[in-house]
């Protein structure tokens, strides 16, 4: 979502086909050696269900960004609502970079529909202020979703069984 008038994103949205089934799709949300290989964590903890902590590790990048400094860091928030195959909505999420202060509190939610031939990822990433920090993290967020969640539909796509 963009901010009204202006070149700078509010939030995170995007939709993606993914020839897998809906389960196996929302499950490589909470299964830490997938997390490793699609969206290069280093660690984490996540448990499905209602109440349930979600905290991914990334590797401290070597290049600093001049608003942000340098990225990867921890994210992590509460699991608030876990539909297995449908859904899970993570509330009072944060990122905590290896330099600065957190940025948050935010949300995630990713949901799941089945298709013919696998599934229908839609990934929201939402909470927002105005400052320049927050902008720019949306920025980085964007082309970093884009990057993760194309991995995820490569890494899942050439599991599938034939």
Same mark, same amino acid.
């Given at each position: 979502?963009?901010?009204?008038? #202006? ?66 860091? #921890? ?66 967020? #964007? ?20």
């Amino acid at each position: 979502m963009w901010r009204s008038g #202006t070149n700078e994103p509010s939030s995170f949205e995007h939709a993606l086909e993914i020839d897998a089934p809906p389960a196996a799709v929302l499950g490589a949300f909470f299964d830490r050696a997938l997390l490793r290989r699609w969206w290069g964590v280093s660690a984490a903890v996540t448990i499905p269900r209602s109440l349930g902590v979600y905290a991914l590790q990334w590797p401290q990048s070597a290049d600093r960004d001049p608003l942000l400094g340098r990225l990867g860091g #921890t994210f992590y928030g509460t699991v608030i609502d876990f539909r297995a195959g449908r859904e899970f909505f993570l509330a009072d999420a944060y990122w905590l970079p290896p330099d600065g202060d957190p940025i948050g509190p935010m949300a995630l939610h990713v949901s799941c529909d089945a298709r013919p031939g696998g599934a229908r990822l839609v990934l929201m990433q939402s909470g927002c202020d105005d400052s320049p920090r927050w902008r720019r993290f949306y920025h980085v967020i #964007t082309a970093g979703w884009r990057e993760a969640l194309s991995g995820l539909k490569a890494e899942l796509e050439a599991s599938r069984p034939a």
